[in-house]
Structure formats: structure tokens, C-alpha cells
């Protein structure tokens, strides 16, 4: 892990330089004096961070030392740094130009997700801390594609600029104004196009064009558990397979066998894109990364914010493995994602069946009444 060099007045200052060429963002809290009680308090949660020697997530030389990384700097640590100064860091860490589209609109949401001001009660997931930790692990993922690209990995996938200063600005806001309230079963995109909702007039104004803004909203839209996500594992793996086998990625995908139902007709853009497939998939792996490939200690953590969430009991092994199973799937989604935590996620679910198991033997060794 490396210090993060973000500093409490460069969280000040680049703010309100990015506020006042992304009105959006101004409009957003309804004027400077609600922007103005956000920036104070980033500033003041950055000061803390900077003050205690705080470290940021960062990966390791290994999946299983990125997990630890992840531990250590997101759960025992106690501190962590404010969204628009991880944002910021993000941003130099992937060389983003700071007049950017990326870099500003990362800024603005990052400071959009930061706000808690007259919001109650927040979730117990689905809040600042998985803002910032899907925001780093992103930032991880784009780090990693572009290493594949210099291997010159077969199917490697080039971002440009653009792109990933896309996924920096959307990955801390995806999840906006969750509320931790599922998705109703007659939309499956509620909290995602809610989410969107927020963040587009910001991308707008920060200078992504109406092309970039509805890739944002399709990348978006896969995080959906009710069914997207599953869609996007389809294409992704179809794409890949097709890599494997020495063909173009989209050669002869078969859609009706991914979407058979014809329930998301909007995700079929993903099949002849795998640029935009690639982006969704690093987003979704950074989603769920917390509570797959960061070690058991961290998928406890994890499971039992989410059941306080969701009034669930989904700290058992068995809601963990049947997670594995319907959620995540066998392996990460992205070619990065199975790079960096391919083996940490196998590990975890080695270690979960090892732990049903153990637990079944102890039930058959009690005397039966």
C-alpha cells in the first residue's frame, strides 16, 4: 500500500475549481452553502486520514496480498480518506489530465457521494465506504487492463483516456441514493437508473459526449443483480471464450442463449462491443470484490452489513457459497478481475465448502434426542 498524498486544502481547492466548471454539481446540493458543508467535511475527513498516516487500497504482488491490502487498509485501519480526495488520487494514479472529462466528473461525483447532510439513517452497505472501495478496486482493474495491454495479452483491451476516466467518475457513484432498498421485481433497474439519473447531468457537464453518457448508463445498468449482471458474465464469457479459441471476441455470439426470455434488449449493445463489455465487467468485479476476493475476514465484515441492510441473515456459509454460486459465478467477470483476484475468490470459496463441510460432520456427530 502507498500513502495517499492528497492533502485536506488540495480536497478544498479542486473542488471548488471543479464546481465552477461543472454547474451540475453545484446544482446538485441546491447551492454553494449546502456544496460548501460537503467540502468542509471532506476536508475535514482528509485531514484526519492525512494526520493518522492513513493508507489507500492498493494491489498487491499477489491476490492474496491485495486482499490483505484491502483488509488492512479498509476494515482494521479505522481511518479512511474522503471521496473527493480518493478520487483525486485516483485520477493522478491513472494520469488523467485534470481538464479531463474523467478527472472532473470523478471529482464532482465523488463529492455528490460524499454528501450525507439530511439523509437519515444510511445503509449499512450501500454507502460511503463501498462508494470508496469500488471507486479504488477499479482504479486496481483499469491499472491491470493496461498492463495486459504492454504483455500484449491476447484479447487485451485498450482503454483510452476517455474510458477510463468513465469508469473513474461512475464507479463511486453507481450506487447514489441507494437507500438499501432492493430493486422491486417489476423493475430491475430502479436504484441503477436512479443512480444514473444523478450522475448524467454532471457528465454532461464535466464534457463526456451523449455517446459516452449512454455507454456510462449501459455499464451501469449490469450492475442490476436482478438479472443484468448475469447477462453481462454471459457476453463477457462468450467474448473471452472466443479470445481462447484464437476468434474476433464477438464472432457468433449467441444472444437468444444469454437473454433467452428477451428481458434485457437494452444489454444486446454488449455482444458486437467488447470495449464496453470490458468496461462493464471491471465495474461489476469492483462491485463485488469486498465480499469475494478479499478473504474470509472481509466477506464476513461485509455479509453482516449487508444483513443489517437488508434485515437478512446472509453471514452463514451456506448464504455465502449459494452468493458464490448465483451471483459472482466461478470465476471474476473482467480479464484484470481474474488476474487480480482470481486466486483470492477461489481461495474464499475453497475455504467456505471446507467450512459447510466441517459443520456437517459436527451435526452428525451430535447424539441424536
Do not use: C
Amino acid at each position: 500500500m502507498a500513502e495517499l498524498p492528497i492533502q485536506p486544502n488540495e480536497v478544498t481547492t479542486e473542488i471548488q475549481r471543479v464546481a465552477k466548471e461543472v454547474p451540475a454539481l453545484e446544482q446538485a446540493f441546491n447551492g454553494k452553502k449546502h456544496l460548501g458543508k460537503i467540502i468542509e467535511h471532506a476536508a475535514i475527513q482528509q485531514s484526519e486520514f492525512v494526520e493518522k498516516g492513513g493508507k489507500t487500497f492498493d494491489a498487491g504482488r499477489t491476490a492474496e496480498e491485495t486482499a490483505k491490502n484491502f483488509v488492512d487498509a479498509n476494515i482494521k485501519q479505522g481511518v479512511n480518506a474522503s471521496l473527493p480526495g480518493s478520487a483525486i488520487d485516483n485520477s493522478k494514479r491513472m494520469n488523467l489530465d485534470p481538464n479531463s472529462p474523467g478527472h472532473k466528473a470523478s471529482v464532482a461525483i465523488a463529492t455528490m457521494a460524499e454528501n450525507t447532510i439530511g439523509q437519515g439513517t444510511l445503509p449499512e452497505y450501500h454507502q460511503q465506504n463501498h462508494f470508496r472501495e469500488v471507486g479504488e478496486y477499479t482504479r486496481i482493474l483499469i491499472e491491470e487492463s493496461d498492463r495486459m495491454v504492454r504483455e500484449a495479452v491476447p484479447g487485451a483491451i485498450e482503454l483510452n483516456a476517455n474510458d477510463k476516466g468513465l469508469l473513474a467518475a461512475i464507479s463511486p457513484g453507481h450506487d447514489l441514493a441507494h437507500g438499501g432498498k432492493s430493486n422491486p421485481a417489476d423493475n430491475h433497474y430502479a436504484n441503477e437508473t436512479k443512480s444514473f439519473e444523478l450522475m448524467k447531468p454532471v457528465l454532461k457537464d464535466a464534457g463526456f459526449s451523449d455517446v459516452e453518457i449512454a455507454r456510462a448508463d449501459t455499464i451501469i445498468k449490469t450492475t442490476s443483480p436482478n438479472g443484468a449482471h448475469a447477462v453481462l458474465k454471459g457476453v463477457a464469457q462468450a467474448h473471452q471464450d472466443n479470445i481462447t479459441n484464437g476468434r474476433p471476441a464477438a464472432e457468433g455470439v449467441d444472444w437468444n442463449k444469454i437473454d433467452p426470455d428477451g428481458k434485457f434488449p437494452e444489454l444486446k449493445v454488449l455482444v458486437n462491443d467488447p470495449k464496453l463489455t470490458h468496461m462493464a465487467a471491471i465495474l461489476s468485479d469492483a462491485d463485488l470484490y469486498a465480499s469475494s476476493a478479499a478473504g474470509m475476514d472481509a466477506s464476513i465484515v461485509k455479509s453482516a452489513a449487508l444483513s443489517r441492510e437488508t434485515g437478512m441473515n446472509l453471514t452463514t456459509d451456506g448464504a455465502r457459497k449459494f452468493f458464490f454460486d448465483n451471483i459472482v459465478g466461478p470465476e471474476p467477470t473482467s480479464a484484470p478481475g481474474k488476474r487480480v483476484g482470481g486466486d483470492s475468490y477461489k481461495e474464499l470459496q475453497k475455504e467456505t465448502i471446507s467450512r459447510l463441510e466441517a459443520q456437517k460432520k459436527t451435526l452428525r456427530r451430535q447424539p441424536r434426542p
